[in-house]
C-alpha cells in the first residue's frame, strides 16, 4: 500500500483565499483524522470521521474550516477564508479501529500571507 | 487537559548510548502510544502499550507504563544517527489520541 497521501505537499496563499487540502487514507482503515502542528500549540486534532461520518469536531478553530468525507477513499479540509494564523502543517491519518495505532501522510505545509 | 507532557523537552547524546524519553499524562487511558517524526516528514507509529500491560519490547526500543504514576518511559538502546528525530507520546481518551509536545532527541556521531 501506498500509504496515506495528501495533496498537496506545499501550499501558499493569500489571506482570504480558499484552501482546500486532500487526504486520501489506507485502504481497509475505516476511521480518518486531521490534524495541525504548529510550533506554537503542537499536534493538535481537528476533526475525525468513522465509516465516512464525522464523530467529533470539536477541534475545528472556526466556522471556517470545514471537513468532508464523501467516501471512503477520500477526505477534503477546507478554510475559507484563510487567514495567517492558519499557517501550519496540515497532517491526515487513519487507522483500523480507533484505538490502534494510526498511519500519518506526510502533511501539506499552509503559508498564509 | 488529557495532554501528555514529554521530559525532557529536548536531548542530546552520543551515538552508541542509550537515550531515555519520559511521558506523564492526566486521566485515566486505554492505551499509550510512541510516535517518532523526522524532520519535515509525518509522524511513524512506534509502539502501542495498553493500559493493562506494563512494560513491552520492540527492537532496540523498551516502553514501561506505570498507570499508577500516569506515566510513562521510552528508552532506545544502543543509538544511531538515524535516531535523531522528535519522539511523542500519545494517550487514547474516547476514540481520539491527545499528543504530548514531544522529545528532540539529537544523535551526535
Known amino acids: 500500500d501506498a500509504g496515506v497521501i495528501q495533496s498537496p505537499r506545499h501550499e501558499v496563499t493569500e489571506m482570504g483565499q480558499e484552501v482546500t487540502l486532500r487526504c486520501k487514507p489506507i485502504s481497509g482503515h475505516d476511521y480518518l483524522f486531521w490534524y495541525r502542528q504548529t510550533m506554537m500549540r503542537g499536534l493538535e486534532l481537528l476533526i475525525y470521521?468513522?465509516?465516512?461520518?464525522?464523530?467529533?469536531d470539536s477541534g475545528m478553530p472556526e466556522d471556517r474550516f470545514s471537513a468532508k468525507m464523501p467516501n471512503a477513499s477520500f477526505s477534503t479540509l477546507k478554510i475559507q477564508p484563510s487567514e495567517p494564523r492558519d499557517s501550519a502543517v496540515y497532517f491526515c491519518a487513519s487507522s483500523f479501529q480507533g484505538a490502534r495505532e494510526q498511519y500519518f501522510g506526510p502533511g501539506t505545509r499552509l503559508t498564509v500571507t | 487537559s488529557q495532554q501528555g507532557e514529554e521530559d525532557p523537552q529536548a536531548l542530546s547524546i552520543q551515538e552508541g548510548e542509550n537515550a531515555t524519553m519520559n511521558c506523564s499524562y492526566k486521566?485515566?487511558?486505554?492505551?499509550l502510544q510512541w510516535y517518532r517524526q523526522n524532520s519535515g516528514r509525518g509522524l511513524v507509529h512506534l509502539i502501542l502499550?495498553?493500559?493493562?500491560?506494563r512494560e513491552k519490547h520492540s527492537g532496540r526500543l523498551r516502553v514501561t507504563l506505570d498507570t499508577s504514576k500516569k506515566s510513562s518511559s521510552l528508552l532506545i538502546t544502543a543509538s544511531r544517527a538515524a535516531d535523531t528525530a522528535s519522539y511523542f507520546c500519545?494517550?487514547?481518551?474516547?476514540?481520539?489520541?491527545?499528543f504530548g509536545q514531544g522529545t528532540r532527541l539529537t544523535i551526535n556521531p
Open positions: 470521521f468513522n465509516n465516512n461520518v464525522p464523530i467529533d
Open positions: 486521566t485515566s487511558i486505554n492505551n
Open positions: 500519545a494517550t487514547l481518551w474516547a476514540q481520539k489520541l491527545v
Open positions: 502499550i495498553r493500559s493493562n500491560e
